[in-house]
């Protein structure tokens, strides 16, 4: 009769844990949304093992150490800031070595016993700590303490382990995502952002100024100047390596606060969120001369020279629209593609005469 007890109780559990697969199964389909896959699988593991505090952390491979995604219990809140170092405490020693470490008692334990000595404010009685992993890479751990020691048997920590590639599946469907997001909006020869991005932008800008005071922002088009010439005379894959090099001086020269853009061909384009007329001046000035100076492709052998045609406009004063602002910026550019070349044309300010020697050559528009 004990025995009978005992087998319905497992299957009861059994089917407990099939229906939480197929609850996590479904939120997999159906939802993209990182956050809330693993929230949905660490509430799952939070009812059944019942733990004072549970949380998942995140690697940050650059700064070898961990972050908290997901932290519920007591001081969570002051978790969200701290890290945790490769190979420090419970968390960073199972993401260093990528086992799992299940403690039910760390009293029975010397190590973890004196762990939990010398952090009294972590109160640990029971560890439950588990590596996410996929294709021999640690890409967080879930960790779970004092959970109810009880189902902490060999076939729970299985279920603990499968919920664990559940995660991983997560994070790699959301890895795969936010690449294929990247692609669509990345240009493949530079690197930098392409032209769909920058629509995109563009129109989220204006939206955001159409909600309220109109915030400035500056658009420069740049054009390389006989870019043709190194095509013709280098054949298109040194024409391609160059294009490579400037969009890396540009990104660069812009700054991390500032988005850059291939646009087609040799055209580029530097957007500058918050920046009136007079600070986007100094911007393109800085562009303008740092392209005279830079020497292309030494690396290969070659000395090559370069300079643009730069355009330069603000919104909202040179055009209220996308297609506004873009024009304006555009026909500027083409100002000095048609003149002079290797200079600067400001949409809204007196032409002044253009050298080399003197910069900014400036054109009313």
Same mark, same amino acid.
Request: one cysteine or more; aromatic letters at 8%.
């Given at each position: 009769?004990?025995? !009978?007890?005992?087998?319905?109780?497992?299957?009861?559990?059994? #089917?407990?844990?099939?229906?939480?697969?197929?609850?996590?199964?479904?939120?997999?389909?159906? @939802? &993209?949304?990182?956050?809330?896959?693993?929230?949905?699988?660490?509430?799952? #593991?939070?009812?059944?093992?019942?733990?004072?505090? *549970?949380? $998942?952390?995140?690697?940050?491979?650059?700064?070898?150490?961990?972050?908290? +995604?997901?932290?519920?219990?007591?001081?969570?809140?002051?978790?969200?800031?701290?890290?945790?170092?490769?190979?420090?405490?419970?968390?960073?020693?199972?993401?260093?070595?990528?086992?799992? $470490?299940?403690?039910?008692?760390?009293?029975?334990?010397?190590? *973890?016993?004196?762990?939990?000595?010398?952090?009294?404010?972590?109160?640990?009685?029971?560890?439950?700590?588990?590596?996410?992993?996929?294709?021999?890479?640690?890409?967080?751990?879930?960790?779970?303490?004092?959970?109810?020691?009880?189902? #902490?048997?060999?076939?729970?920590?299985?279920?603990? !382990?499968?919920?664990?590639?559940?995660? +991983?599946?997560?994070?790699?469907?959301?890895?795969?995502?936010?690449?294929?997001? %990247?692609?669509?909006?990345?240009?493949?020869?530079?690197?930098?952002?392409?032209?769909?991005? &920058?629509?995109?932008?563009?129109?989220?800008?204006?939206?955001?100024?159409?909600?309220? %005071?109109?915030?400035?922002?500056?658009?420069?088009?740049?054009?390389?100047?006989?870019?043709?010439?190194?095509?013709?005379?280098?054949?298109?894959?040194?024409?391609?390596?160059?294009?490579?090099?400037?969009?890396?001086?540009?990104?660069?020269? /812009?700054?991390?606060?500032?988005?850059?853009?291939?646009?087609?061909?040799?055209?580029?384009?530097?957007?500058?969120?918050?920046?009136?007329?007079?600070?986007?001046?100094?911007?393109?000035?800085?562009? $303008?001369?740092? $392209?005279?100076?830079?020497?292309?492709?030494?690396?290969?052998?070659?000395? &090559?020279?370069?300079?643009?045609?730069?355009?330069?406009?603000?919104?909202?004063?040179?055009?209220?629209?996308?297609?506004?602002?873009?024009?304006?910026?555009?026909?500027?550019?083409?100002?000095?593609?048609? @003149?002079?070349?290797?200079?600067?044309?400001?949409?809204?300010?007196?032409?002044? =005469?253009?050298?080399?020697?003197?910069? /900014?050559? /400036?054109?009313? =528009?």
């Amino acid at each position: 009769m004990k025995q !009978r007890r005992q087998m319905e109780m497992m299957d009861a559990r059994q #089917m407990d844990h099939l229906r939480v697969f197929h609850d996590v199964a479904r939120t997999l389909t159906t @939802s &993209l949304e990182l956050d809330e896959i693993l929230r949905a699988i660490m509430e799952k #593991m939070a009812n059944f093992f019942g733990p004072e505090r *549970w949380s $998942l952390l995140m690697v940050d491979v650059a700064q070898k150490d961990l972050y908290y +995604a997901i932290a519920v219990g007591e001081d969570a809140a002051s978790l969200k800031a701290f890290r945790v170092p490769l190979g420090h405490g419970v968390a960073g020693w199972v993401a260093a070595t990528g086992n799992p $470490l299940v403690i039910p008692s760390v009293s029975l334990d010397p190590k *973890w016993s004196a762990f939990a000595r010398q952090n009294p404010d972590l109160k640990i009685e029971s560890i439950a700590c588990l590596p996410i992993r996929s294709g021999g890479e640690t890409l967080g751990v879930i960790q779970l303490l004092n959970s109810k020691l009880d189902l #902490m048997s060999e076939y729970s920590i299985s279920f603990l !382990r499968i919920l664990c590639d559940y995660a +991983a599946i997560a994070i790699g469907n959301a890895r795969s995502v936010k690449l294929i997001h %990247e692609l669509t909006v990345t240009d493949d020869c530079t690197g930098l952002f392409n032209s769909r991005r &920058l629509y995109t932008r563009l129109e989220e800008l204006v939206a955001e100024s159409g909600e309220g %005071e109109a915030r400035p922002f500056s658009l420069v088009f740049m054009d390389l100047d006989h870019f043709k010439q190194v095509n013709d005379r280098y054949g298109h894959l040194v024409g391609s390596r160059l294009l490579a090099e400037v969009g890396g001086l540009i990104r660069r020269t /812009v700054g991390s606060e500032n988005e850059a853009f291939r646009y087609g061909g040799d055209e580029f384009c530097v957007l500058l969120p918050g920046c009136g007329k007079d600070q986007a001046i100094e911007v393109t000035r800085a562009l $303008l001369y740092g $392209l005279r100076r830079q020497s292309f492709l030494t690396a290969e052998g070659l000395d &090559l020279r370069v300079t643009g045609s730069f355009g330069l406009a603000t919104y909202p004063e040179d055009g209220t629209t996308v297609h506004g602002i873009l024009r304006s910026a555009d026909t500027m550019m083409y100002e000095v593609k048609n @003149s002079t070349r290797d200079d600067v044309a400001v949409k809204g300010r007196l032409r002044a =005469g253009v050298r080399r020697d003197r910069l /900014v050559g /400036v054109a009313a =528009g």
